[in-house]
């Protein structure tokens, strides 16, 4: 069955960077776009970035442009966020997602990030 499995949240400091990672099975991960939302407290689901199955082109939502990055490695059926400049804002629970748009049906639990100073 399809697992994605969400690593590397954390309490960070304003200014500060954290990768998130997101190990998959279960399907072909290798040609499968992927991509990363988030769900800050209060709010509703967020889609942050995507990324197609060869790692480019990639996608991010206007409010995280220039502060996060996607990759992947398809070796390793691994996602991966990088995230700088931490801000408190970016404070929520992160998923991953089977799909470009993260709006299909295979989701991991998620890893909270947390920033404050």
């Known amino acids: 069955q399809v697992q994605l499995v969400e690593s590397g949240g954390g309490l960070a400091q304003p200014g500060g960077s954290l990768r998130l990672s997101c190990a998959a099975s279960?399907?072909?991960?290798?040609?499968?776009?992927m991509s990363w939302a988030r769900q800050a407290p209060g709010k509703g689901l967020e889609w942050v970035s995507g990324?197609?199955?060869?790692?480019?082109?990639?996608y991010y939502a206007d409010s995280v442009k220039g502060r996060i990055t996607i990759s992947r490695d398809n070796a390793k059926n691994t996602l991966y966020l990088q995230i700088d400049n931490l801000k408190p804002e970016d404070t929520a629970l992160y998923y991953c997602?089977?799909?470009?748009?993260?709006?299909?049906?295979?989701w991991g639990q998620g890893t909270q990030v947390t920033v404050s100073p």
């Open positions: 997602a089977k799909g470009l748009w993260a709006t299909g049906d295979y």
């Open positions: 990324v197609l199955s060869i790692g480019s082109p990639t």
């Open positions: 279960g399907f072909s991960f290798s040609t499968s776009p």
